[in-house]
């Protein structure tokens, strides 16, 4: 007897990864490279892993995988170029204005996926769910004009924070779109490829350090690529398929609140009183979405 992959894989895959990605900007803001560079290893470093996870799909499927068309290629290669634009941008924005301030602001992707999963995919957006989307986002301004108020913000900062979010909404809508009717690993491993090719050209062009002084150095690159890409990322990608890609959506809210907590406790970063609140209507928001929004599914 086969059991449901959602009831057995969805849920665990998506905790799983939420957790393992929320320690992505601590190891990013301690990398002895440049933002652009440091997106550059994240590929490289995860491809060896994915390809084995895509031979390793192939053979276990009990019929010959079908041919991707020309269309699979182009959308593989948009999911890939949209998760380039996420990286540079975000990797610039931890940079420039820490890791909680730039982790919220990338999560404003969550409306645009919720509104692209309603247009797109035709999934229901419950008054339930709305309620707890409206409060987790309360939560995210409430940390957002905290972190105004803390010396050393930056615009520009806020500024890529803001154009992480429209980058990863549009990549995590496309990977919905590609479950449908891809394996996990192929998707990801053919996207980070395409993602490698454009993430070269950009850290050509910002330039910053490319080389690791100390073997801590390379090894914060590899768990960027191997631990955070290939194993959470792809863990992600795994949920999207069994999950509504809005239900998974809010629920990535987590991450910049653990994010944050990590900010504050390993790194130091000030978690003022007013931060600290808006985590707490995150993770009451992401609690009220599912479920109130669950129960009308």
């Not at 980070?192 to 690791?212: C, E, K, N, R």
């Amino acid at each position: 007897m086969r059991f449901s992959p959602t009831a057995r894989f969805g849920l665990p895959a998506l905790a799983i990864g939420v957790l393992i990605i929320s320690f992505s900007p601590l190891l990013v803001q301690v990398s002895e490279v440049g933002p652009g560079a440091t997106a550059v290893y994240r590929a490289l470093f995860a491809l060896p892993a994915l390809s084995a996870w895509m031979l390793l799909e192939r053979r276990q499927e009990p019929v010959a995988p079908r041919k991707l068309t020309a269309r699979d290629w182009w959308l593989l290669a948009l999911t890939g170029l949209f998760f380039a634009g996420d990286l540079v941008a975000w990797h610039s924005s931890i940079r420039m204005s820490g890791v909680a301030n730039a982790t919220f602001l990338a999560h404003l992707s969550t409306p645009i996926i919720s509104l692209g999963a309603w247009l797109l995919f035709g999934e229901r957006l419950t008054l339930g769910f709305m309620a707890g989307l409206v409060l987790a986002m309360a939560g995210t301004a409430l940390i957002m004009g905290a972190s105004s108020l803390v010396e050393g913000g930056s615009l520009l900062g806020d500024g890529l924070g803001l154009l992480t979010a429209f980058f990863y909404g549009a990549y995590l809508l496309t990977i919905k779109h590609l479950r449908e009717s891809l394996p996990s690993g192929l998707i990801m491993a053919v996207s980070t490829g395409f993602s490698l090719i454009a993430l070269v050209a950009a850290a050509l062009v910002m330039g910053g350090g490319f080389i690791p002084v100390t073997l801590l150095g390379w090894g914060t690159l590899v768990a960027i690529g191997l631990v955070i890409h290939a194993g959470g990322q792809g863990l992600i990608t795994v949920a999207f398929r069994h999950l509504s890609a809005s239900f998974a959506s809010v629920a990535l809210l987590a991450t910049p609140v653990l994010a944050a907590l990590f900010g504050w406790l390993l790194l130091g970063e000030t978690l003022t009183l007013l931060q600290s609140l808006g985590c707490a209507a995150v993770l009451a928001g992401i609690a009220l979405s599912q479920r109130l929004g669950a129960a009308k599914r």
